[in-house]
Each structure stands twice: as structure tokens, then as C-alpha cells.
T-cell receptor, first 112, second 113 residues
Framework: GAGVSQSPRYKVAKRGQDVALRCDPI?????LFWYQQALGQGPEFLTY????????KSGLPSDRFFAERPEGSVSTLKIQRTQQEDSAVYLC??????????FGSGTRLTVV | KQEVTQIPAALSVPEGENLVLNCSFT??????LQWFRQDPGKGLTSLLL?????REQTSGRLNASLDKSSGRSTLYIAASQPGDSATYLC????????????FGKGTRLSVIA
């Protein structure tokens, strides 16, 4: 596609609910990143894929967070048993050959 | 650990004024630096990308400079307009491998008509 697409745009979850956030990167981009942006803060790295391989997950805040990219294109970030501190904007970015990153519009997650 | 700081945190200027946003980073061994714009409730739009071997990049009314040795970058906006109102984020990348971007907290700019 022309850009990085994320869905849903907004998600309200009750505390304890599981959520799944989707990212469609730019076609042909092998690198895909997930970031978490809390209100008033800059984005913080969560995890990185090169094709289907998850090469770095050091930024995932707990074992409730899980990401996958089984066919090397679409990626899903799953959060189990959501808590209020998970409320944030989740941004996905893709990159081609280490050049500049293209970000999606993000998913705003609110846990109530 | 790489840390990125942006000053000021917020800035309000009258329309037409030229302005400078500052970004500093602690580890000068960066691969590139990128400036982004973020509108409220939206994702990030890339403005300028400066490779470590470059000193500056220009796009329209925007000019970004990079002084790698001192760990600083500036974003210069000429003849500011109300449509420039947004949060401006600076991010650095450490090496040519697929390392993640490290972001500052941003500068929230308001241009008053």
C-alpha cells in the first residue's frame, strides 16, 4: 500500500480484556517496528521484526505483551489482561534497507 | 544508553516569526537523525532525515542541521504559519543495522495568527 496502515484507530478495553492491534506495513519493507507513546511523551521502542523474525523484543514491558509477523508482512501486537497503564498510542513503523522510517497513524488504546 | 533531549518543551510564537527547535543526544555515534511532526491524535510525519555524514537538510521552509561531534541538531522553521502548530519530535538511530529510533519527548509548537 501507499503507507503504513494500523487498525483499529481507537480501542477501548475493559481492564483484564485481551486486545489485538494490527499493522500493515508498506509493501516490500522488511523491517517493522512497534512503539508505545504515552501522553505527552515521545514514542518508546517495543519490538522489531526483520521479515518474519522477531530480532529484538527488549522493549516489551511485560510478558503480557506479544507480537508476531508470521508471513513477514502484516504484524499483530497482542496485549493480554490489559491494565490501565497500558493506555497509550501504539505506533507501527516500517523501513526499507535502513533508510527513513514511515509511521502509521497509530492505535489509541484506552483501558477503563 | 542513548538519551535524546528536546528544548524547549513548548513554544508559542506569533505568525511570521522564524524559530529554532533544539535536539541533543548523549551518544554521538549515530547513523542518522530524523525530525518528525505529530499533529494531535495523529501518527508521525517525517520531515527531514540527516545521515551522519551530512551537515544539514532543507525542505521548503524547514532546515535541519546536525553537529554530530557535539551531539546536537536544530530544526529551523522560517516564516512560521498557524498550520505549523504541532509537536516536533527528534529521533536518532545508532547504527546501520536495524536498530530502533530513540526519540526525544518533543517540542509542542503553537503559532498564533
Amino acid at each position: 500500500g501507499a503507507g503504513v496502515s494500523q487498525s483499529p484507530r481507537y480501542k477501548v478495553a475493559k481492564r483484564g480484556q485481551d486486545v489485538a492491534l494490527r499493522c500493515d506495513p508498506i509493501s516490500g519493507h522488511v523491517s517493522l517496528f512497534w512503539y508505545q507513546q504515552a501522553l505527552g511523551q515521545g514514542p518508546e521502542f517495543l519490538t522489531y521484526f526483520q521479515n518474519e523474525a522477531q530480532l529484538d523484543k527488549s522493549g516489551l514491558p511485560s510478558d503480557r505483551f506479544f507480537a508476531e509477523r508470521p508471513e513477514g508482512s502484516v504484524s499483530t501486537l497482542k496485549i493480554q489482561r490489559t491494565q490501565q497503564e497500558d493506555s497509550a498510542v501504539y505506533l507501527c513503523a516500517s523501513s526499507h534497507r535502513g533508510l527513513g522510517y514511515t509511521f502509521g497513524s497509530g492505535t489509541r488504546l484506552t483501558v477503563v | 544508553k542513548q538519551e535524546v533531549t528536546q528544548i524547549p518543551a513548548a513554544l508559542s510564537v506569533p505568525e511570521g516569526e522564524n524559530l529554532v527547535l533544539n535536539c541533543s543526544f548523549t551518544d554521538s555515534a549515530i547513523y542518522n537523525l530524523q525530525w518528525f511532526r505529530q499533529d494531535p491524535g495523529k501518527g508521525l510525519t517525517s520531515l527531514l532525515l540527516i545521515q551522519s555524514s551530512q551537515r544539514e537538510q532543507t525542505s521548503g521552509r524547514l532546515n535541519a542541521s546536525l553537529d554530530k561531534s557535539s551531539g546536537r541538531s536544530t530544526l529551523y522553521i522560517a516564516a512560521s504559519q498557524p498550520g505549523d502548530s504541532a509537536t516536533y519530535l527528534c529521533a536518532v538511530r545508532l547504527n546501520s543495522g536495524n536498530t530502533p529510533l530513540v526519540f526525544g519527548k518533543g517540542t509542542r509548537l503553537s503559532v498564533i495568527a
